[in-house]
């Protein structure tokens, strides 16, 4: 890969980016690509309705930790309101996404998968779709949109509900696991105690999990929306 491949990635929430695709960032990073991970919510503009700007500054802090053992990645911080998006204005989320895609030119795009549970992933997939659509000139580098499984929502959508989580595309992030683990480490606030998916032993089960379905020590899994071979 070139060296001024652009890749942007989509993250909800502080530690999206590292559930869901963090061995891939590292990956990518120790290649020489430029990789971008924006966190799109927080406090927002307003007062939130349930958590103070402390509580989101100290979320913040662990990203910033976090990241460091993912190559230390572009990192930028927007602020639409944390678990509010279902009842934020449309266009504004669109508008957010749209900008950054529009002033970074990837050629990857990540987001969230599109039937995840949490309402806020699946605005910010809608809007990422919405700024993605390939007779837009601003979108015109783009060759991947991908969205990424993050386990503590992803799969907590039944599949008699919504389309469950069926990856085509694999990233190999052999050698690459221990910093996904890593910067998991750091988000302190986040741990789950006894045995949930995000516990350190779980997302180390995942990666083997498929990794074994393309015959490798560990992947990442993604579902491919728009994949342009050049």
């Not at 008699?160 to 990233?171: C, R």
């Not at 890593?182 to 990666?207: L, N, T, V």
Request: aromatic share 6%; charged share 20%.
């Amino acid at each position: 890969m070139s060296a001024s491949r652009n890749t942007l990635v989509i993250a909800p929430h502080a530690d999206d980016e590292t559930l869901g695709m963090g061995a891939t960032i590292a990956k990518k990073i120790a290649a020489g690509e430029n990789v971008t991970v924006a966190i799109m919510t927080g406090h927002g503009e307003q007062e939130h309705p349930l958590w103070k700007p402390e509580l989101w500054e100290s979320l913040r802090a662990e990203t910033a930790k976090a990241i460091v053992h993912l190559g230390n990645p572009n990192l930028e911080f927007c602020e639409l309101p944390g678990v509010c998006l279902s009842e934020h204005p449309n266009y504004d989320i669109n508008m957010a996404v749209a900008g950054l895609v529009e002033r970074l030119n990837p050629q990857e795009l990540y987001l969230p998968y599109y039937h995840d549970l949490h309402h806020d992933h699946r605005e910010l997939a809608h809007a990422g779709l919405v700024a993605s659509r390939a007779y837009l000139h601003s979108s015109q580098s783009l060759e991947l949109v991908a969205m990424y499984e993050t386990p503590t929502e992803t799969h907590l959508m039944p599949a008699a509900i919504q389309n469950p989580f069926v990856p085509n595309l694999y990233e190999n992030v052999t050698g690459h696991l221990h910093s996904k683990l890593a910067a998991w480490a750091e988000y302190a606030s986040q741990q789950h105690q006894g045995f949930s998916p995000r516990s350190p032993d779980a997302i180390k089960a995942s990666a083997t999990l498929r990794g074994s379905e393309i015959g490798v020590e560990a992947a990442e899994a993604f579902v491919a929306i728009r994949w342009v071979r050049n």
